[in-house]
């Protein structure tokens, strides 16, 4: 099993940046790639960054060049920069990990509220 916990969400003013932190514990050795999804009021649950175990990243297209997804392989950490907030970022973001089987695991999630 594997637990993942997120941090650092909270209100921030358009154009300001937040930075949020996940941590993985438990059957780690398993765990091959992290991300981060979020989900809107009235919205599908959706891929913001992605990292793998190798350092190769992905990101949705509304935040390339203002998010920076890095992470910790050895700990299985992974972080989230977000500059230039926006208020259509505001969202509940949780913290993905996927095992070697491909079987997800998914935080609790914390919420990010960018005011205009």
């Known amino acids: 099993q594997v637990q993942v916990v997120e941090s650092g969400g909270g209100l921030v003013q358009a154009g300001g940046s937040l930075r949020l932190s996940c941590a993985a514990s438990g059957s780690i050795f398993s765990i091959n790639a992290m991300g981060w999804y979020r989900q809107a009021p009235g919205n599908q649950r959706e891929l913001v960054a992605t990292i793998g175990s190798g350092g190769n990243t992905n990101y949705a297209d509304s935040v390339k060049g203002r998010f920076t997804i890095s992470g910790d392989n050895a700990k299985k950490a992974v972080y989230l920069q977000m500059n230039s907030l926006k208020p259509e970022d505001t969202a509940v973001y949780y913290c993905?990990?996927?095992?070697?089987?491909?079987?997800?695991?998914w935080g609790q999630g914390t919420q990010v509220t960018v005011s205009s």
């Open positions: 993905n990990a996927y095992n070697i089987f491909g079987i997800p695991y």
